[in-house]
């Protein structure tokens, strides 16, 4: 699956909590490269406000599995062993690499090691903030989960953790103009650096 022209693959992710999708959200915006987003596929059902094919593409559990046997996946995974699913189409992918842009895949470190291992000249970040105690306030602020989730999201966040030296860059988004700023900074270096050579 070659980019053409300059075409790049990002690749994003963070602990759940870190504020990652708040800070893409910015570098969309802020951001002068052609960047596009990848819609990922998940067998959850919407949730309220969300549209198929904007936020998720919305597959059943048949359909998912039959894509995944015929390999329309660059990758996918059951997260949080909760029986969903969620994966990346490669026609996403190579849509947008073809039509020159910059895809970017927000997943989590699973799919995203699995991305970095077939494409090693993926641009890869990782959005965390300055400490596990940081992450615990800002899921507790939330309000929105029980204590026996917020527990499962800190011991899942303590192994992404671990990896994040797998990834190219590391931005700590304890400010988000901050961190939106240093990632088109990360983005418009890997712009001009030789082009020719990828």
Not at 14 to 29: C, D, E, I, Y
């Amino acid at each position: 699956m070659p980019a053409t022209g300059r075409a790049r693959l990002v690749v994003l992710s963070g602990p759940s909590g870190a504020g990652k999708t708040t800070v893409l959200r910015s570098v969309f915006q802020q951001c002068s490269l052609p960047l596009v987003a990848s819609v990922s596929a998940t067998t959850r059902p919407p949730r309220p406000g969300e549209v198929d094919g904007s936020d998720y593409h919305f597959l059943s559990t048949e359909e998912f599995e039959a894509r995944r046997t015929r390999g329309e996946f660059l990758e996918c995974f059951e997260v949080f062993g909760r029986g969903h699913w969620y994966g990346t189409l490669l026609e996403e992918v190579r849509a947008g690499l073809a039509a020159g842009k910059w895809v970017v895949l927000e997943v989590d470190v699973q799919g995203a090691l699995s991305v970095m291992q077939q494409h090693d000249d993926a641009i890869s970040i990782f959005v965390r903030p300055s400490s596990v105690a940081e992450l615990e306030r800002r899921l507790r602020g939330r309000g929105t989960e029980t204590e026996a989730a917020i527990r499962r999201r800190l011991r899942q966040a303590r192994e992404e953790l671990a990896l994040a030296h797998r990834y190219r860059y590391q931005v700590i988004n304890d400010d988000v103009a901050g961190a939106v700023r240093q990632i088109c900074d990360i983005l418009t270096q890997e712009s001009e650096a030789d082009p020719d050579a990828r």
